[in-house]
């Protein structure tokens, strides 16, 4: 059944691309009503129900829907399997047959399965021609069942302002399918007259329902009939059907790859061929510790002191991140390693502290600086990274760094040329230089153990600017000796 | 050598050996040639059947390195017990769907962005909206927050990027400020800015990504490799790092270098687009969300997908993840309106947050991590805690 909808043919069957986003959903849910539908396979029971006068054809209870849901999906909660069928209801593909609003409810509410030809996978974009025709007919015939809903009335009405002058054609048209529809027996008459309607359900909502049938513009273009030439649901011919969709962007046709493109793939194939990798074992071990160290941190899994400030309405949580005296909390994951140290403004300037201290300060500064270049405007990376290099690398710099020679020369070619990656090479080596010497010295220190036991309270005085508050943060004697 | 150490130092774009120069090798077709070296004139049959090989022996090569399965792992790690989470503010004012949301550094204001070409930022601890532009197309699907907090970038179907100071004076009109910086040659699906004002990162339906310089517009660098719409990209965490991911239509994740614009690692095991792409906080590790209604894991050092997070109930399009500060959890937005929380490490879901009544969109977890927000179809934003 789940070809059904091709097999049906329907006038709206465009052949749409099969992997396209709608379609794989389409499909996924095409599979669940399949299932559903197969008694001898453990689906639902359909069944015809007497009511007062009449008897109800081919229905089934929503706890019934429920509960396969549970049973089958491997669903545990009920909400989940209730939120479920009602998209698959929103979607069309099932109905409560005394209800426009098209939901799932736990209980003895009767729904019925829509046929084939109206599924949303045949890609229908009916015009209001046919919606025009469709509330006429309804007019038409003198039954309870098919009598307007309020917003259906507004709607007739709002259409037949539109459609004024074509308003005999429309009629006509009404007036032919009712004359098909008596042809048909009675108790199939029902069944199709109530499809009909959930597909206009669909199309055309209740006011104040989700429009499933509403696009992510994005996807819409790679549909393989982009410009949805659209066919009419009653056959009905009619000249501004020819129109394009305006939801519909211009397609690009897919790119062929071409010699080069995959000679660049075998290129980069080759590369990744030469990559050293890391088992998965160690990989999951380094993840598991990393998120093990950080889960006290995580105020969406642990609590915070004193209070998350969305639930307590409590900004002192803030405030204390704000200021710059740091709880031994956060002082403690100065520890963990040098980059979440250099993240914390607080963590960034003890260290610079400590190093002056030990009157070497230059390796830091400069990490910063360069940190610094690489937010510049383009205009003025030339001049600040020369001034990086008189500071730190130039011949008797007042802050000289330490490099090897491979990284000094590079970074002296790189300054012919000077770009906001110049440094790189450099800064990477004084990085490594840091977290192997002072950092480790620095955890050690008075300046950082006097905080993380809370031995004394010190003053906090800014000694670096917080990259995020100004876009023209450095201040030069922070930074630069002269 | 690389540095293995787990919390982030690796460097995954250490200087590599250029590949040799293969322009000479024996022809097998003519074998009267045989005796010579002779210009390679391979057909593209020729090199697609190589790049097959070659895909085949790196994935025997990657299978190799696959010797457990991170659930099994993280089977000692300790569960996470009963999670409630709730809606504590509610923001409305948009006129349409909500496609797009960032959240300021200073963990309360936010910038949304709509279909209707409204971009409004709010202070979402008070609800009280603080600025609004109308842009001057529909479907502003991508929108951020500068580091700062003095300017918000957005852009959608007008296939640009703008960036709009932000005025301390409310009455003043920020549409006249205005300043176009990036060109796309099809819509904007997503924007960033680097770790400065100074520049922004966009990817594009054209099927590229780009970084421009914020104050002259130009164009610093472009990212060429994918095959089809790029829908979603995500910078690296790391101070220093100079890396991005990106996902796209073509269903790749493609880890790109800032420096050199080249592709270095790349990512296909989704069965349809990659609407969403976010960073482990490490940066070890990325997320993605996918139309296939899953959300995957993929660590960089091993060069391979390490989890799934799926189940049989779910069936709609992963619209949008982020993490939480520690990388426990994951969280996606769908399509069927939900937000699903993953335990990241052992793959099972953690609950299903039921609220929005339309398509969530857009999904952030504050930059501090107290809460995250979601942005929704149904015209609104909700922002959501634990409660513990």
Redesign the interface.
């Known amino acids: 059944m789940a070809e059904g909808s091709k097999d049906q043919g329907g006038v709206g069957t465009m052949d749409p691309e099969e992997?396209s986003?709608n379609m794989?959903?389409y499909r996924?849910?095409e599979d669940?009503i399949t299932r559903i539908q197969d008694e001898k396979a453990g689906g639902v029971a359909i069944r015809t129900v007497k009511s007062f006068l009449s008897k109800i054809p081919s229905v089934v209870s929503g706890a019934d829907i429920v509960q396969w849901?549970i049973k089958n999906?491997?669903?545990e909660?009920p909400?989940?399997?209730i939120?479920?069928g009602s998209?698959i209801a929103a979607h069309g593909y099932i109905f409560p047959i005394s209800d426009h609003v098209l939901t799932l409810k736990d209980d003895g509410t009767l729904y019925r399965f829509q046929s084939p030809y109206f599924w949303p996978s045949n890609c229908w974009e009916p015009e209001n021609t046919d919606y025009a025709i469709y509330l006429c007919k309804r007019t038409m015939q003198n039954k309870a069942r098919l009598e307007l809903a309020d917003y259906e009335a507004e709607n007739l009405a709002r259409l037949q302002r539109a459609f004024a002058r074509k308003w005999e054609f429309i009629f006509m048209q009404a007036e032919a399918q009712v004359k098909l529809d008596r042809k048909k027996d009675k108790a199939e008459r029902k069944i199709l007259d109530s499809q009909e309607r959930a597909f206009w359900d669909v199309h055309r909502p209740v006011p104040g329902c989700?429009n499933t049938t509403?696009m992510d513009?994005?996807?819409c273009r790679?549909e393989k009939n982009p410009h949805r030439v659209k066919k009419s649901v009653y056959g009905v011919a009619d000249d501004s059907q020819n129109q394009l969709s305006p939801v519909h962007?211009s397609s690009?046709p897919?790119?062929k790859?071409?010699?080069e493109d995959?000679?660049k793939?075998?290129?980069?194939?080759?590369?990744?061929?030469?990559?050293?990798?890391?088992?998965?074992?160690?990989?999951?071990?380094?993840?598991?510790?990393?998120?093990?160290?950080?889960?006290e941190?995580?105020?969406?899994?642990s609590?915070?002191e004193p209070s998350?400030?969305?639930?307590s309405d409590d900004?002192t949580?803030?405030d204390l991140?704000a200021s710059r005296e740091p709880s031994q909390q956060r002082v403690r994951k100065w520890g963990?390693?040098l980059?979440?140290a250099?993240?914390d403004t607080a963590g960034r300037d003890q260290f610079l502290k400590f190093l002056e201290s030990e009157f070497s300060s230059e390796n830091l500064r400069f990490w910063l600086a360069v940190?610094d270049l690489?937010?510049?405007?383009?205009?003025e990376v030339p001049s600040r990274a020369q001034e990086i290099w008189q500071e730190f690398l130039a011949e008797g710099a007042p802050s000289a760094i330490n490099l090897d020679s491979h990284s000094y020369e590079r970074t002296s070619q790189n300054l012919k040329d000077p770009g906001r990656?110049s440094y790189?090479d450099a800064?990477?080596h004084i990085?490594?230089l840091m977290?192997s010497d002072s950092y480790a010295r620095f955890l050690r220190s008075n300046i950082y153990q006097d905080l993380l036991l809370a031995r004394k309270k010190v003053s906090f005085k800014p000694m670096t600017q917080d990259?995020?508050?100004?876009?023209f943060c450095w201040d030069k004697v922070t930074l630069f000796k002269n | 050598s690389?540095?293995?150490?787990?919390?982030?130092?690796f460097?995954p774009f250490r200087r590599?050996?250029l590949?040799a120069k293969r322009k000479y090798m024996r022809s097998p077709l003519s074998p009267e040639m045989a005796t010579q070296e002779v210009p390679l004139n391979?057909t593209?049959a020729h090199?697609?059947t190589?790049?097959e090989t070659?895909?085949l022996?790196?994935e025997e090569?990657?299978a190799k390195?696959?010797?457990?399965?991170?659930h099994q792992?993280?089977e000692k790690?300790e569960g996470?017990g009963q999670f409630v989470?709730k809606t504590?503010?509610t923001l409305k004012g948009h006129g349409n769907k909500v496609l797009c949301m960032d959240w300021c550094?200073d963990?309360?204001r936010i910038v949304s962005s709509s279909q209707d070409g409204k971009v409004i930022v709010w202070d979402a601890?008070t609800t009280n909206k603080e600025h609004a532009v109308t842009m001057p197309c529909t479907?502003v699907?991508a929108c951020a927050y500068a580091?700062?907090?003095?300017a918000v970038a957005c852009g959608g179907?007008d296939n640009k990027c703008s960036v709009y100071p932000l005025s301390l004076d409310k009455n003043e009109n920020l549409a006249a400020k205005k300043k176009s910086v990036a060109m796309h040659t099809?819509?904007l699906?997503a924007c960033s800015f680097?770790?400065?004002?100074?520049?922004i990162l966009t990817s594009s339906?054209d099927?590229t990504c780009a970084l421009w310089?914020?104050?002259?517009g130009?164009l610093?660098q472009s990212f060429h490799g994918h095959?089809?719409?790029v829908?979603c990209l995500d910078l690296a965490p790391?101070?220093?790092g100079?890396t991005f991911v990106s996902g796209g239509?073509d269903k790749k994740a493609n880890v790109w270098d800032m420096?050199s614009g080249q592709?270095i690692?790349?990512f296909e095991t989704h069965?349809?687009?990659i609407n969403s792409v976010r960073y482990?906080?490490?940066g070890?590790?990325f997320a993605s969300g996918s139309?296939?209604?899953t959300c995957r894991l993929y660590?960089l050092?091993?060069?391979?997908e390490?989890a799934i997070y799926s189940?049989?109930?779910i069936?709609?399009?992963v619209s949008s993840v982020d993490f939480?500060?520690?990388?426990?959890?994951l969280f996606g937005g769908y399509?069927?309106?939900?937000i699903n929380v993953w335990d990241?490490?052992k793959g099972t879901r953690v609950s299903?947050l039921?609220g929005h009544?339309?398509r969530v969109s857009t999904l952030r977890?504050s930059p501090?991590?107290?809460?995250?927000c979601t942005g929704s179809?149904?015209h609104t934003l909700r922002?959501w805690?634990?409660?513990?």
């Not at chain 1, 690489?374 to 205009?379: E, G």
């Not at chain 2, 580091?147 to 003095?150: F, R, V």
């Not at chain 2, 310089?213 to 002259?216: L, M, Q």
Request: hydrophobic share 35%.
């Open positions: 992997d986003p794989i959903v996924k849910i669940i849901l999906l491997s669903i909660d909400a989940e399997a939120h479920l998209l989700v509403e513009i994005r996807k790679r962007i690009q897919a790119r790859p071409t010699k995959v000679q793939e075998i290129t980069f194939l080759n590369i990744q061929l030469d990559r050293h990798c890391m088992k998965v074992s160690k990989v999951a071990d380094s993840l598991m510790s990393y998120t093990d160290q950080f889960v941190y995580d105020p969406l899994v609590s915070v998350n400030p969305w639930i900004t949580f803030w991140e963990f390693s980059e979440e250099l993240k940190q690489k937010r510049r405007p383009f205009r990656y790189e800064q990477e990085f490594k977290k990259f995020n508050t100004s876009l | 690389c540095d293995f150490a787990p919390s982030g130092s460097s590599l050996p590949p391979e593209l090199l697609k190589e790049s070659l895909k022996k790196l090569e990657r390195l696959h010797d457990v399965e991170l792992v993280a790690v996470l989470m504590r503010r550094k963990k309360r601890f479907w699907m580091p700062s907090g003095c179907l099809n819509y699906s680097t770790n400065s004002d100074m520049q339906g099927g310089d914020v104050e002259s130009q610093l095959a089809a719409d829908l790391s101070e220093t100079n239509c420096r592709c690692q790349s069965e349809s687009d482990y906080p490490s070890d590790a139309d296939d209604a660590d050092r091993a060069d391979r390490v189940k049989e109930s069936i709609f399009g939480s500060l520690s990388g426990r959890l399509n069927d309106y939900t990241v490490l299903i039921f009544e339309n977890v501090d991590g107290t809460a995250f179809w149904d922002v805690i634990l409660m513990c």
